[in-house]
């Protein structure tokens, strides 16, 4: 079944202007369920955690169903593997400290070209503390991939942690992580995913990964401004917390520093409704050969992912072909059609004889909303000899947009680059 995304669009209050919203990578638009838990929060239950009184053991209830709400999602063992923070940049500066306290002088860990900072930088920095090397690896800089064989050399060494993203923020690209995982793991190497690009994308099942830990972050996926992460149970209580002494000595809540946001967490049970829903409106009945045998919520939200991953090889196939037909314009990333399924509609591009800066400029005068420069992805515009040049024009839909709203994004470029 095909989305109706007349009624989709119902859903997210930010839809009714004129705007069209292709800055989704950035951070997609609210939906109606998170905005309506948030404000519930606030108005009957905004009390701190394990009181004696109605409006927090209410809170708690609703935080721990938040918590069950997230591991369904992303097919999480149990609810205590799923640990809320401010971001994912946030909580991964704060668990890198404790993965990396038993690391040695003269350990190895992995990072790669491809990722986001904040699956780059927290690791490097632990690394210079712990005394620990860093290995990077590389991609292709002629279609964005994963460079593998730079990657099997890396594993060589038999590093301690490999970071590694689920797809990229820049180019779009989506890494083969079983493959990967699996590599890593025979290496003896923890993998920690990046999944925030990914995540309003398609499926994220953590037990079929077997991925040690993965974070992901709420506002890239429909609701509000919380970072999440997923740790297998076994490690997360093994792990030293850095926290104060009242704090619980068990996961989730030995990570969860400080009083948390609780009307953000709230907003994310929101978000997740809304995709139930999604699914049990749009979404098929899984194949029998299908390796997702699920029951209820958790059904109900991989028949979403799978629903919005349709919908999105439509408009990866139209953007692409816009931007390609585009005079002066340089796509960066995968740009053969028939691998669309090996990207999320996220492109980056430059057009020749503008300034990335001064391409988002034009657009914003048709109402059209992208981001330029390195997105935080600093490593993939230095790779490409882009980052002193101002980078490159991001552009990036999500399920909520409309073939049409492509579209019309492409006619507007068309003009830019006709005024060049």
């Not at 309506?36 to 935080?63: K, P």
């Not at 917390?241 to 009083?259: D, H, I, L, N, Q």
Request: charged share 20%; hydrophobic share 40%.
């Amino acid at each position: 079944m095909s989305l109706d995304l007349d009624k989709i669009r119902t859903q997210f209050p930010a839809l009714r202007s004129p705007t069209i919203f292709l800055d989704n990578p950035g951070g997609t638009q609210i939906a109606q369920p998170s905005l309506d838990r948030i404000s519930r929060y606030l108005i009957e239950c905004n009390a701190n955690h394990e009181g004696a009184f109605a409006t927090s053991r209410v809170s708690d209830a609703l935080l721990h169903e938040a918590h069950q709400a997230m591991a369904d999602m992303l097919n999480a063992a149990r609810p205590e593997e799923i640990v809320f923070g401010a971001n994912m940049t946030t909580l991964t500066l704060h668990i890198s400290r404790s993965i990396s306290r038993t690391w040695k002088p003269g350990d190895k860990i992995v990072v790669t070209n491809l990722d986001h900072d904040a699956n780059i930088t927290p690791w490097t920095l632990t690394a210079e503390d712990r005394g620990v090397d860093v290995l990077r690896v590389d991609f292709h800089p002629e279609d964005g991939t994963l460079d593998l064989d730079s990657l099997r050399k890396a594993l060589e060494a038999r590093p301690r942690l490999l970071a590694i993203g689920y797809a990229s923020n820049a180019l779009g690209t989506i890494n083969p992580l079983q493959t990967i995982i699996k590599m890593a793991h025979d290496a003896g190497a923890l993998v920690y995913v990046d999944a925030v690009q990914y995540a309003p994308h398609g499926p994220i099942d953590v037990q079929a990964l077997d991925c040690d830990f993965l974070v992901c972050s709420a506002y890239k996926f429909f609701g509000p401004h919380a970072g999440i992460l997923y740790g297998k149970y076994d490690l997360l209580e093994n792990l030293f917390p850095y926290k104060v002494r009242p704090a619980s000595g068990e996961p989730p809540g030995k990570f969860e520093t400080g009083t948390q946001n609780h009307e953000g967490i709230a907003g994310v049970l929101g978000t997740i409704e809304y995709l139930e829903w999604l699914g049990r409106t749009f979404g098929e009945p899984l194949s029998g050969d299908s390796p997702w045998k699920f029951q209820g919520r958790r059904l109900h939200l991989k028949q979403a992912m799978l629903a919005i991953q349709n919908h999105e090889h439509q408009i990866s196939r139209l953007l692409l072909d816009i931007l390609e037909e585009t005079p002066g314009v340089t796509v960066y990333g995968l740009r053969d059609p028939n691998r669309m399924v090996e990207r999320v509609p996220t492109f980056a591009f430059r057009l020749k004889g503008m300034h990335p800066r001064m391409v988002a400029e034009a657009l914003d005068e048709f109402n059209i909303n992208v981001w330029d420069g390195n997105y935080y992805a600093i490593a993939v515009t230095e790779r490409l000899g882009l980052e002193e040049s101002g980078g490159m024009v991001r552009v990036g839909p999500v399920h909520y947009n409309t073939l049409e709203e492509i579209r019309r994004f492409g006619e507007a470029l068309a003009q830019i680059a006709q005024s060049v």
